[in-house]
């Protein structure tokens, strides 16, 4: 599965892959940059192939992407159509290989050089290439800057299309946040490797039809251990036997549910059984045992003492006796941030497989004492507010700060319009839609996780795949029913869907 997924790079390895690139094959920098420029005219002109004869505008900055937008231009003008170049810094401000191909640009008949002070007075193009900045930006568009991405913004809403070289400018390049003021782009025409900030974070939405264009890098020069990018062609389940009864798939252990959060437990127990559990018991307060029997009669449940609703240090003797026979668990939906703390430390002393998400979560964060029992059988599922009471700081970076997760020795499934899988590998699931910003879509994918983990599915893996049918059961969802009309529990009626798309291995 691995070894098949292509790599995603983060802005400081696609710079280490360059330098090693050109150091092992002597080719220089200027010579790279041509071969990108190349390039991306040829993915303009299938992108959009009435642009020519018709003028498209270039916005270019001081650095490498700059020199990308004036190479660009040059070639354009040279064969296609007209250019115009403005540059929001000031041409003085181009240094290196970008001041080189800047000064080829203003010998190239076709190619126009436009100051900001004309900036208004120019038509609409029909297309805008923003190469002002690319993936190594850290700080908002200002200025000037931000003056030009506002122009391309109007142009675009009347129907010039914008293509961002690399990423659009003020998006960051690893973890796609909007800095400020970012371009919002039509197209992305990027080199060798998608970046992370391709598919993390506002950088979906920016980057609008992702175009990756090989510049000769070749895999040798990348790094093995990269993020990598989960497509659907490489999800696979196991086949499985005819000579089967419902104890050869594994009996997965929920303990979840509270007086008013019954409906977390019933939607984490129905996601287990139809991600192929064969059996399901659900450990809950007594008083939501009829709600759990009513919701998902396929699970069996076992009543915990309960003080007003909510578990009570009494369970604890009941839970370990409820281990026995169980091959994986799944803690948290529901269970209230009040509950004892030893329901969480007997889950992970537990010699089984475990799921941890919402509560179980912040009981870990609450009692920092219980995070050296965290090792590569269990699964923690936060989201951001989650992850940033166990990090104990701010989360920004989903790469970054799901390897600062998975680093207690666990697997992490960071959650987000893209979810980042860090455990052995670091993996990216981008299925999912914004239709499943609902209440209960975290308590579906914390049962599919536990009811891949009972029939025997390797942690990391059970995470990267129950993460993207889950979104794909959403995409499927949000198709027939529409963004706003879908509730969480519409995944449930999808995932067979899902699942029987998928291969058999």
């Known amino acids: 599965m691995w070894n098949s997924m292509p790599r995603l790079l983060l802005p400081e390895e696609m710079r280490e892959a360059e330098k090693r690139y050109m150091a092992e094959n002597g080719i220089r920098s200027i010579d790279l940059m041509e071969t990108a420029a190349g390039q991306l005219v040829s993915a303009m002109l299938e992108i959009a192939p009435d642009i020519r004869g018709r003028t498209v505008c270039f916005a270019c900055g001081p650095g490498g992407n700059g020199g990308d937008g004036c190479a660009a231009a040059r070639l354009f003008a040279s064969s296609f159509g007209r250019a115009a170049v403005l540059s929001p810094l000031g041409v003085e401000a181009a240094r290196g290989d970008a001041l080189v191909n800047l000064r080829r640009a203003r010998e190239t008949a076709g190619v126009a050089f436009v100051g900001m002070e004309g900036l208004d007075a120019i038509e609409r193009p029909a297309m805008w290439v923003d190469a002002m900045f690319g993936i190594g930006l850290t700080r908002p568009l200002e200025g000037a800057c931000a003056r030009l991405a506002e122009r391309m913004a109007r142009d675009r809403a009347q129907g010039s299309r914008v293509l961002a070289v690399d990423i659009p400018s003020g998006i960051h390049g690893g973890s796609g946040r909007d800095l400020g003021g970012a371009v919002a782009a039509d197209f992305t025409v990027t080199f060798e490797t998608a970046k992370t900030g391709h598919y993390l974070n506002d950088g979906l939405d920016a980057c609008g039809a992702l175009t990756v264009r090989p510049i000769g890098l070749g895999g040798s020069v990348?790094?093995?251990?990269?993020?990598?990018?989960?497509?659907?062609?490489?999800?696979?389940?196991?086949?499985?036997?005819?000579?089967?009864?419902?104890?050869?798939?594994?009996?997965?252990?929920?303990?979840?549910?509270?007086?008013?959060?019954?409906?977390?437990?019933?939607?984490?127990?129905r996601a287990a059984l139809r991600s192929g559990a064969g059996l399901v018991s659900v450990a809950c307060p007594s008083p939501i045992v009829p709600i759990l029997q009513a919701q998902a009669p396929g699970?069996?449940?076992?009543?915990?003492?309960?003080?007003?609703?909510?578990?009570?240090?009494?369970?604890?003797?009941?839970?370990?006796?409820?281990?026995?026979?169980?091959?994986?668990?799944?803690?948290?939906?529901g269970l209230r941030r009040c509950a004892p703390p030893e329901i969480v430390e007997t889950a992970l002393r537990a010699e089984l497989p475990a799921v941890l998400d919402a509560d179980a979560l912040n009981i870990l964060a609450d009692h920092p004492e219980?995070?050296?029992?965290?090792?590569?059988?269990?699964?923690?599922?936060?989201?951001?507010?989650?992850?940033?009471?166990?990090?104990?700081?701010?989360?920004?970076?989903?790469?970054?700060?799901?390897?600062?997760?998975?680093?207690?020795?666990?697997?992490?499934?960071?959650?987000?319009?893209?979810?980042?899988?860090?455990?052995?590998?670091?993996?990216?699931s981008t299925a999912g839609c914004c239709g499943m910003a609902r209440g209960g879509s975290g308590d579906i994918l914390t049962g599919m996780i536990g009811g891949m983990l009972a029939w025997g599915c390797p942690p990391e893996e059970a995470a990267c795949l129950a993460s993207e049918f889950h979104g794909m059961a959403g995409e499927l969802a949000e198709k027939s029913l529409g963004p706003y009309a879908m509730a969480a529990e519409d995944l449930l009626t999808c995932i067979p869907a899902v699942l029987s798309q998928c291969a058999i291995r």
């Open 370 to 428: 219980l995070l050296p029992l965290l090792g590569p059988r269990h699964v923690l599922t936060p989201h951001p507010g989650e992850a940033a009471r166990l990090l104990g700081r701010r989360v920004e970076d989903p790469v970054r700060d799901a390897r600062a997760l998975g680093a207690a020795g666990c697997v992490a499934l960071l959650k987000g319009a893209s979810s980042v899988i860090a455990g052995r590998h670091t993996s990216v």
């Open 299 to 333: 699970a069996m449940a076992i009543p915990l003492p309960d003080r007003e609703g909510v578990v009570s240090p009494e369970a604890v003797p009941v839970l370990k006796q409820a281990l026995s026979g169980k091959t994986a668990l799944a803690v948290g939906p």
């Open 222 to 269: 990348l790094p093995e251990n990269a993020v990598r990018l989960i497509r659907r062609e490489d999800l696979a389940l196991p086949r499985r036997p005819r000579n089967a009864h419902k104890g050869t798939f594994g009996h997965l252990l929920i303990v979840a549910g509270s007086l008013g959060m019954a409906g977390a437990a019933c939607l984490c127990a």
